[in-house]
């Protein structure tokens, strides 16, 4: 069974609106939880490890302002992402390690951003 | 060079066809390998984890060479449900993956 879900599963937006992504490790709990963007045709690619009770880290040309990240319990990070612009509209998936290095991803969100 | 690089493909076979993918990584101090499975739209889902010098699961097998820097995935007998993209992941030293830009699969019948 899933051990990461996320919510929603796909989410539809007007453009500046922001949108929150739920990201939750189900039966573990998660220090560390990661967020993945994907575009059509694209590898995933990685842009911010959550560190609960702590800032997020981004990886280099991610605006940190744009996209929140708060990751305020074991089992918990969300994903905020503000003023969304059409650009920003992609597959957002989050992974969580159990048991060591293995990580379990998330089922995605699709957001659209008209 | 990219820290992990795979043939972008596709591959297109036939049932039953034998079919192997190969990954190369930059980083030689890596002692973690994966093979995850992505189907169109969907989360990328773990196939096989590889540790060692390989791995085998029923008609999948994924052999390490440390030496060369390389990891091969091969699937015997394949079958239309094997269609999906195959990524090669390497995690770094904080627990970052790093992606292959993953391998199209396409078995025909």
């Known amino acids: 069974g899933a051990v990461v879900s996320q919510h929603p599963s796909w989410v539809i937006c007007k453009s500046g609106t922001s949108v929150k992504i739920e990201c939750r490790s189900l039966d573990f709990q998660a220090t560390t939880m990661f967020w993945y963007r994907q575009f059509p045709k694209q590898s995933l690619m990685l842009m911010a490890t959550?560190?609960?009770?702590?800032?997020?880290?981004?990886e280099q040309g991610v605006e940190k302002d744009k996209f929140l990240i708060n990751h305020a319990s074991l089992t918990l990070s969300t994903l905020t992402v503000t003023s969304a612009h059409p650009e920003d509209s992609s597959f957002y998936i989050c992974?969580?390690?159990?048991?060591?290095?293995?990580?379990?991803f998330g089922p995605g969100t699709r957001l659209l951003v008209l | 060079r990219k820290e992990v690089e795979q043939d972008p493909g596709p591959f297109n076979v036939p049932e039953g066809a034998t079919v192997a993918f190969n990954c190369t990584y930059s980083n030689s101090a890596s002692q973690s390998f994966f093979w995850y499975r992505q189907d169109c739209r969907k989360e990328p889902k773990l196939l096989m984890s590889?540790?060692?010098s390989g791995n085998e699961d029923g008609r999948f097998t994924a052999q390490l060479n440390r030496a060369s820097q390389y990891i091969s995935l091969l699937i015997r007998d394949s079958k239309l449900s094997d269609s999906a993209t195959y990524l090669c992941?390497?995690?770094?030293?904080?627990?970052?993956?790093?992606f292959g830009s993953g391998t199209r699969l396409l078995v025909r019948p």
């Open positions: 590889v540790y060692s």
């Open positions: 992941v390497v995690p770094d030293s904080s627990y970052k993956l790093i």
């Open positions: 959550s560190n609960e009770g702590s800032k997020a880290t981004y």
């Open positions: 992974s969580a390690p159990r048991r060591g290095v293995t990580q379990y």
